[in-house]
Protein backbone atom coordinates (compact mmCIF):
# COMPACT_ATOMS: atom_id res chain seq x y z
CA UNK A 1 0.00 0.00 0.00
CA UNK A 2 1.40 3.27 -0.82
CA UNK A 3 0.06 6.80 -0.41
CA UNK A 4 -0.41 8.56 -4.49
CA UNK A 5 2.58 10.49 -4.03
CA UNK A 6 5.28 7.74 -3.25
CA UNK A 7 3.70 5.50 -5.58
CA UNK A 8 5.73 4.32 -8.90
CA UNK A 9 3.45 2.51 -10.73
CA UNK A 10 -0.13 2.59 -11.84
CA UNK A 11 -2.78 2.33 -8.89
CA UNK A 12 -5.99 1.83 -7.89
CA UNK A 13 -8.48 3.08 -5.01
CA UNK A 14 -9.22 0.33 -2.95
CA UNK A 15 -12.60 0.44 -1.07
CA UNK A 16 -12.25 -0.92 2.14
CA UNK A 17 -15.66 -2.82 3.23
CA UNK A 18 -16.14 -4.05 6.85
CA UNK A 19 -13.71 -4.72 9.25
CA UNK A 20 -11.57 -2.50 11.64
CA UNK A 21 -10.73 0.08 8.32
CA UNK A 22 -14.37 -0.20 6.87
CA UNK A 23 -14.97 2.82 4.85
CA UNK A 24 -11.90 3.93 4.02
CA UNK A 25 -10.38 4.20 0.55
CA UNK A 26 -6.43 3.65 0.04
CA UNK A 27 -4.37 3.54 -3.05
CA UNK A 28 -2.68 0.28 -4.00
CA UNK A 29 -0.29 -0.60 -6.60
CA UNK A 30 -1.75 -2.60 -9.69
CA UNK A 31 -0.18 -6.10 -9.73
CA UNK A 32 0.29 -7.43 -13.72
CA UNK A 33 -2.18 -4.31 -14.78
CA UNK A 34 -4.71 -5.82 -11.68
CA UNK A 35 -6.13 -5.06 -8.60
CA UNK A 36 -4.09 -6.87 -6.06
CA UNK A 37 -6.10 -9.78 -4.53
CA UNK A 38 -5.19 -9.29 -1.12
CA UNK A 39 -3.98 -6.04 0.61
CA UNK A 40 -2.97 -5.87 4.75
CA UNK A 41 -4.02 -2.43 6.12
CA UNK A 42 -3.01 -0.98 9.41
CA UNK A 43 -6.22 0.03 11.63
CA UNK A 44 -6.45 2.57 14.08
CA UNK A 45 -5.45 0.58 16.75
CA UNK A 46 -2.08 -0.46 15.16
CA UNK A 47 -2.81 -3.95 14.14
CA UNK A 48 -3.08 -5.26 10.71
CA UNK A 49 -5.74 -6.52 8.90
CA UNK A 50 -5.95 -8.20 5.80
CA UNK A 51 -8.77 -7.33 2.88
CA UNK A 52 -9.17 -9.54 -0.14
CA UNK A 53 -11.25 -8.34 -3.59
CA UNK A 54 -14.68 -8.46 -2.88
CA UNK A 55 -15.51 -10.17 -6.28
CA UNK A 56 -12.62 -11.33 -8.62
CA UNK A 57 -13.76 -9.67 -11.45
CA UNK A 58 -13.57 -5.55 -10.95
CA UNK A 59 -13.18 -2.70 -13.56
CA UNK A 60 -13.01 0.64 -13.52
CA UNK A 61 -10.41 3.02 -11.34
CA UNK A 62 -11.40 1.46 -7.51
CA UNK A 63 -11.69 -1.95 -6.45
CA UNK A 64 -13.73 -3.25 -3.45
CA UNK A 65 -12.38 -5.42 -0.59
CA UNK A 66 -14.03 -6.85 2.27
CA UNK A 67 -12.10 -7.94 5.34
CA UNK A 68 -10.76 -11.35 6.12
CA UNK A 69 -8.66 -11.18 9.31
CA UNK A 70 -6.34 -9.69 11.56
CA UNK A 71 -2.93 -10.37 10.51
Known amino acids: MRDQESA???TITAILQRGPAG???????LVEGRPPKTIDVPASD???CRYCLA???QTGGSALYT?????
Do not use: F, N
Not at 23 to 29: A, Q, S, T
Not at 67 to 71: E, T
Open 8 to 10: TGP
Open 23 to 29: GRRIEVE
Open 46 to 48: DTI
Open 55 to 57: EWV
Open 67 to 71: SLYLV
